[in-house]
């Protein structure tokens, strides 16, 4: 990513240490270019993931419920990551970016969100919202 409309779009956090943050370029002559990176020293450093299977630079990206709810003394239940890339896909990861999963036929979302691992919306084109939950 070195263009000038190459970079970070979007960040997560879920605690005060562990984040993901995602980008790309928006120069559509270069459509394999998402990235994801994680950090876990509250963002100082990030190190890059394993390439989300989307296309295009990725607008946002959430966590899945909240750390320490459930799911282990860590709360591993709020590792699920889902990114959106607009006409590129989506995509989520139980790993922070280790492990991707396409969501199959959603395109052209731009954001992301959950109050809970059963309510999260993707927002996009033509005011489009719909309803995902894991």
Known sequence: ?????????????RD?????????DLDPSDPNNAATATSNDGGQTWNLTN???????????SYVGRAGTGGGPEGDDGRAVVITANAGGAAWTPDEGNTWFTLPGVTGYWAVAFAS??????????????????
């Open 16 to 24: 005060p240490w562990h984040g993901i943050v995602g980008g790309g």
């Open 117 to 134: 691992p059963k309510a999260g919306w993707l927002v996009g084109v033509g005011g489009t919202i719909l309803k995902i939950s894991f």
């Open 1 to 13: 990513m070195s263009s000038p409309s190459a970079g970070a779009f979007t960040v997560a956090f």
């Open 51 to 61: 390439a989300p299977p989307v296309t295009g630079a990725i607008f946002g990206l």
